[in-house]
């Protein structure tokens, strides 16, 4: 492949380049380059290009903000197509986003009209089309509890589709997508919002309750919940800022687990011996099966990995044990070195295995 091809070079109406550099478009800001990057800013461009690939079988990799990958130091031998479509159609409490739309601003777009239901979702980063594919959650909300429906591409069907909320198989950062991730690229996403005069959705996160000097079921004036969980992902460097090397992340790097009762006791021994009988793990009741969900970020500090660990140019946020960071001058392999490493000293002290968040692409940990 001619190195000389960083140049763009315009297939009316699509953008592509060759040899092009993957690394800028994802938030670690870590990868090599792909074989070739399509931006697509229509549904009709992304459709076209997903055939292309699927009837040359052509590798295809589809970004959105790239705030959820992990890409190999090779890069992508094959077809990297960036979603860049817009359009934010608000009727109602009915909310449609492009898959392309930047999800951050989507929110604020929300919160302005006076809708509930995804405002403790603000400061996250990447695109309003990936929201379905891991249930993207934060601070007591999730976007299953307001998707009415997506529209996606079926690779298999070869045809759009329009699937319910319910058709989509959510559950805990996870769906009937990121199940079958080779079958369905997303096109746009619709919300059933709710309009409670200016008010959130009560609140239902403990911690976003004390900030906010309320109880949990309280409902609070849509900007102040807002602000309010703005600054709180701010104080964890779960809000991008290029000037702040906590945020060259993916967010949370691993799920919270969830375990079975047998499994949940075993990890009670496993913590009263290596921290003392009094000593309490968090737990929330996960389903109506009697699983339970801990918090990765609990098992990670108390393996030892505190805030700020790492002995090289990827490390720990100084700010969240949960997010693994690119201090500036990092590879992947010097993030998944230190993915790995958290995972093993999790295990031999807990016995959990941690599952990463992010998608990996060429590499696994």
């Known amino acids: 492949m001619p190195s000389s091809s960083h140049r763009a070079r315009t297939l009316e109406p699509v953008q592509e380049l060759h040899d092009a550099p993957l690394a800028p478009l994802t938030t670690f800001r870590l990868g090599g380059p792909a074989a070739r990057l399509v931006t697509a800013t229509t549904d009709d461009e992304v459709i076209a290009t997903v055939r292309e690939a699927d009837a040359t079988g052509t590798p295809l990799l589809v970004i959105g903000g790239g705030s959820n990958l992990v890409i190999g130091d090779k890069g992508f031998d094959g077809t990297a197509l960036r979603i860049a479509t817009t359009g934010f159609v608000l009727d109602g409490t009915r909310l449609e986003l492009a898959a392309g739309e930047v999800w951050t601003d989507a929110v604020a777009r929300t919160v302005e009209a006076g809708l509930a239901g995804v405002e403790c979702l603000a400061g996250i980063p990447g695109s309003a089309g990936a929201t379905p594919i891991q249930n993207v959650g934060a601070y007591g909300q999730e976007v299953s509890a307001t998707i009415a429906e997506v529209v996606a591409y079926d690779r298999r069907a070869e045809e759009t589709v329009t699937l319910t909320g319910a058709e989509c198989a959510f559950s805990y950062r996870h ?191």
């Open 175 to 365: 769906s009937r997508f990121k199940a079958d991730p080779d079958r369905y690229v997303v096109l746009r996403v619709r919300f059933a919002l709710e309009d409670a005069d200016g008010l959130s959705a009560p609140v239902r996160y403990a911690e976003t309750a004390r900030a906010l000097g309320v109880e949990v079921g309280d409902r609070v004036p849509l900007a102040t919940v807002r602000e309010t969980v703005l600054k709180l992902r701010a104080g964890k460097g779960m809000v991008l800022d290029p000037e702040d090397h906590d945020t060259w992340s993916a967010g949370s790097f691993f799920t919270n687990p969830i375990l079975d009762p047998d499994a949940y006791d075993a990890f009670l021994a496993r913590v009263a011996e290596r921290l003392g009988a009094d000593v309490v793990p968090p737990a929330f009741p996960a389903g109506d099966d009697g699983r339970i969900k801990t918090s990765a970020a609990w098992l990670i500090d108390k393996a030892g990995f505190t805030k700020g660990y790492g002995h090289g140019p990827a490390r720990i946020s100084t700010k969240h044990t949960l997010a693994l960071t690119n201090r500036g001058e990092a590879t992947t392999e010097d993030l998944l070195a230190l993915a790995r490493e958290v995972v093993a000293g999790v295990r031999d002290a807990f016995g959990i295995t941690l599952v990463n968040e992010p998608v990996t692409v060429g590499v696994s940990i």
